[in-house]
Each structure stands twice: as structure tokens, then as C-alpha cells.
């Protein structure tokens, strides 16, 4: 797969998890997207956001202290 692929997909996943979608770049997406390219970039994408929380929440707790 093509490093724009690798981009596109994230990029789609990132807009997804705001809900900001349009449905031609949906449609766009769909066409040019495999299932698991979107599934990779999801779990990728969560697990980003995951320790984006997590550090913050570190930092914040020894900030308190």
C-alpha cells in the first residue's frame, strides 16, 4: 500500500472520531479504503488517544501533588 493510503485512512478515522464526516469523502473513503486498513488506523488512532488521557492525567496528578 502506498504511504498516501496509510494517510488517507487515518485521516478518515481521525474525522470519524469527531463525528465530522462529510458523505462524499464517506463515499470517497468506502471506495478506496479496505476494511482493514480503517480497523488498523482505529486501533491505532484509540490507542493514541488513550495515552494522550493517560499522560495527561499523569501530568495533571503530579502537578497536584
Request: proline share 2%; charged share 15%; no cysteine.
Amino acid at each position: 500500500m502506498a504511504e498516501g493510503g496509510h494517510i488517507k485512512a487515518a485521516l478518515a478515522v481521525f474525522w470519524s472520531f469527531f463525528g465530522v464526516r462529510k458523505r462524499r469523502d464517506y463515499d470517497a473513503d468506502a471506495k478506496s479504503l479496505t476494511p482493514a486498513q480503517v480497523v488498523i488506523a482505529g486501533l491505532v488512532g484509540a490507542g493514541v488517544f488513550v495515552l494522550t488521557i493517560l499522560l495527561l492525567v499523569y501530568g495533571v496528578m503530579q502537578f497536584v501533588k
